[in-house]
């Protein structure tokens, strides 16, 4: 989605790795170049 142009969410705390440091990892140095980084509270409060 992201290569097409579309905004991405990624929700980090419905999603899951191998290892608490491989999340970790993802979620602080890779997702954010490819979209916004989020929880699933911060999705509901803006519903």
Do not use: K, W
Request: negative net charge; contains cysteine; proline residues 2%.
């Amino acid at each position: 989605a992201h290569e097409h142009g579309y905004n991405v969410v990624l929700v980090e705390d419905v999603m899951s790795t191998f290892t608490e440091d491989m999340q970790r990892f993802a979620c602080e140095e890779i997702f954010p170049r490819l979209g916004r980084v989020t929880t699933s509270d911060a999705i509901a409060l803006d519903a």
